[in-house]
C-alpha cells in the first residue's frame, strides 16, 4: 500500500506590486558618497555558515539574563514562580527572535525592491549589496531560532508595515519605509540584544547584523537626503505623509492589544493576560518602560525620527500630526551618527572592542 502524500500547511503570501523598473544607461552617480558605501559594503561581507553553529545553548543560562530585561524589573514579574520566570524569559526571546526573522525576509524583499526602481546606477550596486546582507540575515536568524526550536508567527503590525511600503509604486517611499523605518526599529532592536546577551553564538550573529544593518540606515540618509530635498515641496509633502502613516502603523501597533503569539507566550508560562497587562501598566506607572538600562536605546526617538527630520521629511503640516498623535519628533543626532557605519572601524561596537 503506497503512503499517501501529507499537504504541507500554506506558509506563504503572494500578491501583486506596482514598482517601475528602472533602466540607466548612465553608469556614473550624482550622489559620491554612495562609491564609499558600496566599496564598504563589499568589504565588509561576511558568511553565516562561518559562525560557530556547535556552540551549545545551555537551558539553565537564559538567552537574555532577567538583570538585563525590562520585564526582570516589574513588580509583577517578581512575584511570580522561578518556573514561570524562566519559561516567560526563554518565550519572550523566542518570540522576538522570531520577529527579527521575519523582519530580515521584509527587508530581502524591500531591498530587491529598491534594486531595480531605483533609478542611480550606483544606488542600484549598493541596493544589491544590501539585498545579499538581507539574505544572510535571514539564513543566520532561520539557523538559531531553529537551533533554540522555538518559532512564533510575525506580529501584524509588522507585516503590514512592510507590506505597505512593499505595494508603494515610489521607490522614494520603499526607503523611507525601511531604510528609515523598519532598518531604524531593527537596529535600535538589535543593539539592545546585543547588550542583552551573553549567548556567544547570538552575540556574534547580532554583532554582524548590526554592522550591516548600519550602512542600511547610512544608505537611506546618503541617496535620500539630496533627493528629497530637489523635490517640489507637494512631492515633499507627500513623501511626508507615507513617513508619518508609517511611524502610525507601528506606534499604533505596539500599543494594541497582544498578538497571538505573545498571548502564546504568556499561556505557556501560565500567565493570565489581564493580570500581565495590568504589570506592564504599574510598571509604566513607575517608569520602568519608559527608562532603558545604560547602553539600549529608543528606536523610535533616538534613530527613526531624527532620521525622517534629517532627510526633511518631517514637514511643519507632520511635525503637527506626529504631535496631535502623541509621538514626540526628536532632532538630537548624537545616538544616530554614532550607530551609522560612517566607517567601518569606527562604530559603536568596535569602540567596545567587540570582536568581529
Same mark, same amino acid.
Given at each position: ?19 517601475? %523598473?528602472?533602466?540607466?544607461?548612465? $553608469? ?9 558605501? $558600496? ?105 538559531? %531560532? ?27 517611499? %520603499? ?18 540584544? $546585543? ?27 546618503? $541617496? ?52 500581565? %497587562? ?13 527608562d532603558l538600562p545604560p547602553g539600549q536605546i529608543h528606536s523610535v ?17 507632520? +511635525? ?21 557605519? +560612517? ?14
Amino acid at each position: 500500500m503506497t503512503a499517501k502524500a501529507q499537504a504541507l500547511p500554506d506558509t506563504s503570501h503572494t500578491y501583486d506590486t506596482l514598482m517601475k %523598473v528602472s533602466w540607466n544607461f548612465d $553608469y556614473g552617480s550624482q550622489i559620491a558618497k554612495l562609491d564609499d558605501l $558600496y566599496e564598504r559594503a563589499k568589504d565588509n561581507q561576511w558568511n553565516a555558515s562561518e559562525l560557530a553553529w556547535d556552540t551549545p545553548i545551555d537551558p539553565s543560562n537564559p538567552i537574555i539574563a532577567q538583570e538585563h530585561s525590562q520585564y526582570g524589573r516589574m513588580p509583577f514579574f517578581q512575584k511570580l514562580s522561578r518556573a514561570q520566570q524562566e519559561t516567560f524569559m526563554a518565550h519572550s526571546t523566542a518570540q522576538m527572535l522570531s520577529q527579527f526573522l521575519h523582519g530580515e525576509q521584509g527587508a530581502l524583499l524591500t531591498a530587491a525592491t529598491i534594486a531595480h526602481g531605483v533609478p542611480d546606477v550606483k544606488a542600484k550596486y549598493y541596493a544589491a549589496t544590501q539585498t545579499v546582507d538581507e539574505a544572510r540575515h535571514v539564513e543566520a536568524y532561520d539557523r538559531y %531560532v531553529n537551533k533554540i526550536a522555538i518559532h512564533y508567527p510575525m506580529v501584524p503590525w509588522l507585516k503590514q508595515l512592510i507590506d505597505v511600503t512593499l505595494q508603494t509604486n515610489n521607490y522614494c517611499k %520603499v526607503m523611507i519605509g525601511m531604510n528609515m523605518i523598519v532598518e531604524g526599529l531593527a537596529l535600535g532592536a538589535f543593539n539592545n540584544m $546585543y547588550r542583552q546577551t551573553e549567548e556567544p553564538l547570538l552575540k556574534a550573529i547580532t554583532f554582524n547584523v548590526m554592522r550591516d544593518e548600519s550602512r542600511h540606515v547610512s544608505f537611506g540618509h546618503v $541617496y535620500l537626503t539630496p533627493t528629497i530635498a530637489a523635490l517640489h515641496a507637494d512631492d515633499r509633502e507627500d513623501l511626508a505623509q507615507f513617513a508619518f502613516d508609517g511611524v502610525k502603523i507601528l506606534m499604533e501597533g505596539q500599543a494594541a492589544p497582544m498578538d497571538a503569539g505573545f498571548l502564546k507566550v504568556l499561556e505557556v508560562s501560565g500567565i493570565d493576560a489581564e493580570d500581565f %497587562v495590568a504589570g506592564m501598566k504599574e510598571a509604566e506607572a513607575l517608569g520602568i518602560t519608559r527608562d532603558l538600562p545604560p547602553g539600549q536605546i529608543h528606536s523610535v526617538k533616538d534613530l527613526m525620527m531624527p532620521a525622517l527630520v534629517r532627510a526633511g521629511l518631517i514637514t511643519p503640516r507632520t +511635525k503637527a500630526m506626529f504631535e496631535a498623535a502623541g509621538i514626540p519628533v526628536n532632532a538630537d543626532l548624537t545616538v544616530l551618527e554614532a550607530m551609522e557605519d +560612517k566607517k567601518s572601524d569606527m562604530n559603536v561596537l568596535n569602540a567596545e572592542q567587540a570582536a568581529y
